[in-house]
């Protein structure tokens, strides 16, 4: 499946044994154009990578490594899959040596330092390579991503609510309220991580469905950031996050108040043409109800328009694989960009339905 | 565990085969004044209930019968456990002779028939008895009920979100902004009940999240007619419904806008007034989370009541069993306020967790 | 629910944060002769009770304490829900108190203490008492934990393995192959406890099916130690547990060789007569195909005997809910018995289905 | 990702609208040398296929047609994802038109037509066609099938059966005692397939474990018939299958007694021996507990071959995909050999876990 001839992107893997790692790793040793070259964790050094997921057996080779030995100044690229915190300790020397960075937790999302500091109970270390670092939303950052040296791979929370909204409050739009936006968002378990935690096990979260976060989630102040930057001033947003009994799967319910103004817009064709040549972006037809296995384990989110009787009420519906479109396949659609391959080059498999 | 002396309530059950059925066979057959005399099922005629629900062995000897052999008039109570449209024509000669009628389908829930039609696709049949039936919200008709013959027993959506918004509503409070109301309810798949469609299959729902009715569900009619009733003029509701991985359980997340007039108030101790004395609902502390599993398979309905950042926006988090609240704990809810008996006779089942 | 006049057995349970705990606390607090009086854990002292488990709310008002403040001595008998070697390190005392020990660990199942052991990786600390214990499989010792001060409650693997192959091997029967038994058994999650374990996370056991232990599962000598003493020799057993991805629910295919000489036997029959004045065994109709949600939250555990095309292979299923026959509710049986309860009381509540 | 310059096969699938269909469709749609060409459905014809499977939205443009529109003699292949009965009344006129067949339904699974009529309830239309299909399992009849005009894809169950027996019975080995061989077998809820049956519902499978088909099950006979086929001799075989509460996935516990004169022979080497070159059966390492996920939506297969304390027993544990290498895997694994393509082609996608 390789390009012949083609020289492969040489990758590095800090932190590969949470669900973005494993992902990270099922998308890229599936990938034309990428060589799998190092993968750290000092815990599990010298660990076959297939040991502890066996669905690489026989396609990754790699051990896991200390960081020491894994030698990741060689590599084209280095993902971080990591605790908030590690990436930004690394991203120096590994910039100097030419090395990109996409960082797959917050350490590169959130510009002001100030905010990243109340959310994440730590200083930012590299406020200057922050500032240099791009926001890895490929729909908004297209042409910034392709020349960036350092990546904020988005939240999967923020994924689905920037998308759902820019078509909105785009371009000096005056569409929507934007004082009272609501996203009511749900996620499935495999959002939580790999950490051994009582409230992700199976007897917890199975049969069951709760709200959480309702005081305050990580991802409302990175949502709200992005959201100013496109509307041009502030955005009012209440977030409240969901615990869905599934492993994957992200399922956004937008609510926003059209402006007295603009109640003869045709909102379908205002999202159909904003994603128009998108290729992961899905307006679906009007009346269309979006379930979240239609993208399980593929990279596509997809979004239905609904205006309920006609009134002032919009409720758009997003949806995505929080593993895949929500941090891993986004993570290496930011590094197809960044090396000039095609957008979609390994990121176009067909989603598991049933 | 019978009261001693005290004569039995006769039982009758009309289509006992779906949920609701089975779930009013759990309670009745465990409650100390019920007698179970009859249930109907033309198509199970002759097989014992305990073959179809083993759940039921040794506790419930009983067989289905057609309900030429039911002889339902010997019965002091018949609950409709059945589709709509069964319980209208069957309601006038029970209560000829007398019996009580409770209704678990919609024919005594919308008193507005040319809604009824628009939504149910058929005339109504006895609009006369459609006007002295009462619609069993114990919490909020607790008078009435005690005094009806026939029972419209709620739709589980209505009961949450009833609940949920009564005391921010009732007695001629301003202080919502009762014209955009949002309602975004998420249903275990118990909720569309046991006929055999693909869309309830395990490999259709399951390990997946999708909105449902967008365009229009039958409880919209329902909870705007009654709360119109309890606001005194109309409230604006957005309404959407969505399907969760689980068997049992509901929950409804809700939205209100509060006035500028009323952002002094201490919602949360308005809440806890409202409910001091109901036994089946549950106010939890301020800043609580409620999870589906804490009422799983009980008659409670908790309730939590969040105002994000100390802001203008209310989330009101409501949960239920929709199989129990939601459903037959409240039918035995309302018989047992039309029989005199104590209101929690038989239903206080501690929640099964895990 | 009290039987009037009755004095309540005053109940201490050690270590309740875990699933076994819980689900006393759900039967105890139904149970009409019980009085919760204390409960300890050292690392949640001071917390309420339903405050970590909130189906509780309302039902149980007892607050966490340390061993220390909890005053055990004071209780008729005490609930060890606590990992293995808690109950011996504490039962000589309460015992000299004249408190009654039902211990839902290991700590009294083994006879054999070199057994004990080479299992649990500790030496046994009260060899003595563990003499004079009884094994609290009712069914099999009914008289003895009649008189019991210390009862060692079985694993829930075993019971399930014992009571299915007793009737084919109780007092001196010759009718199977003894030498070759099978027992293929399947576990829901819950079994594993409330540790925060990634091999009980909720994305790790969902939607996947696996066995475990095959090399050797602490319940293998205690099932195996039964057997001989139920069969007056050894029994040669291979024992395959398996994780399924449900909460509650176990189901055991066990697998005999039918002697040349005894394939006259009419097995059904010899199952019904064996159980047939069980409360709590149900030997279903020849053919029946059990389903472990027919026990959910019930104390009743099911069997049902095939025997493939009239061969001489016998299969027998039993099921069970892990956390109630298997568990807790085992544990209740156990008391009534010790205190001249009928042994029913508080056991009776229907399963929850679905 | 297509070969250059190779013309692409031709495809025709008939009833794909269910689980093996669109499971069809994802690889086939994913494949280098496959041009689906023709889906038929006399229900939805001209309903889009991406409009009842989103998941193939932007990847599958074809439309479900009547037979009659669907011209399947311009096919190289047409594969039938239909109930049985169907493929053999199709199959004659398609193979007078050189099409090759690949049913995935039993007709050409059984070569003992009166078996057939037995276990399916009708006759079988084409014997002699019959007599020349291949049992399509690929690691046994590689050769013959390369060569076919019509494949009788194997059953889900026979294929973990068959492939995890095959090494200790084939070429006249006398390692195991066949006269009593047991396959305790569990699959996921696809297995039963997409039609509208209450046994299968969400509410139904869910939370739930069951054995069925204990008095008899349609691929117990395919799976005699093979082992016959293997063994040169009869085979002795109870097979209980079982019910999983999830989507996707197949487990195989197998216990065959080791032959006294065989007691010295080391298994895992023979198995790995066996299927040293198999591009998709994976022998583990000794010791190994696979877990279904990891196949999960993988055409691998994968082994554990245990032996409990070094006894006489073995336990072989086999896990697939049912959909996939126990269903529309296999048929494209038959399909590439069939047109001399590499075996591997369009079936290497990595499992999705979690």
């Not at 990754?60 to 605790?83: H, I, M, R, S």
């Not at 930012?124 to 950052?141: A, D, F, M, R």
């Not at 939240?155 to 996203?183: K, M």
Request: with cysteine; charged share 20%; glycine share 10%.
């Amino acid at each position: 499946m390789t390009s012949a001839g083609a020289a492969r992107i040489k990758i590095g893997i800090v932190g590969g044994t949470g669900y973005t790692g494993v992902e990270l790793l099922r998308l890229l040793s599936q990938h034309p154009n990428a060589q799998l070259t190092a993968i750290t964790s000092r815990k599990e050094d010298g660990m076959p990578v297939a040991d502890m997921f066996p669905n690489l057996r026989g396609r990754v080779d790699l051990c896991f490594q200390t960081p020491e030995k894994a030698n990741l100044e060689q590599c084209d690229v280095v993902f971080f899959a990591t605790p908030h915190g590690v990436a930004m300790s690394q991203a120096e020397s590994l910039i100097k040596q030419n090395v990109r960075v996409i960082d797959l937790a917050a350490d590169f999302r959130l510009q002001d330092t100030q905010v990243f500091e109340r959310w994440y109970k730590m200083p930012h270390s590299c406020p200057t390579i922050l500032k240099q670092s791009v926001y890895g939303l490929v729909e908004l950052n297209r042409e910034k991503i392709a020349g960036a040296q350092v990546i904020g791979n988005p939240g999967c929370y923020p994924t689905t609510v920037l998308l759902g909204l820019a078509p909105l409050i785009q371009e000096g739009r005056h569409l929507i309220d934007t004082s009272h936006v609501i996203a009511d968002c749900k996620s499935g378990v495999s959002g939580a991580g790999r950490k051994a935690e009582v409230g992700s096990l199976f007897s917890e979260a199975g049969d069951n469905f709760k709200a959480y976060g309702v005081a305050g989630h990580r991802h409302h102040p990175e949502i709200s950031e992005q959201l100013q930057l496109l509307a041009g001033g502030p955005v009012g947003l209440v977030f409240v996050p969901h615990l869905v009994p599934m492993i994957r799967g992200m399922f956004s319910t937008l609510y926003a108040r059209i402006l007295p103004e603009a109640l003869d817009t045709d909102f379908q064709a205002l999202f159909e043409q904003r994603y128009a040549s998108e290729p992961f972006v899905d307006v679906m037809p009007a009346g269309s109800l979006p379930e979240t296995r239609s993208v399980r384990a593929s990279n596509h989110l997809r979004i239905a328009v609904h205006r309920p009787d006609g009134g002032d009420q919009l409720v758009i519906l997003v949806i995505q694989d929080n593993l895949v479109k929500g941090a891993s396949g986004q993570a290496v659609q930011n590094m197809n960009l960044m090396f000039g391959l095609p957008e979609s080059t390994g990121l176009e498999h067909v989603a598991i339905l049933p």
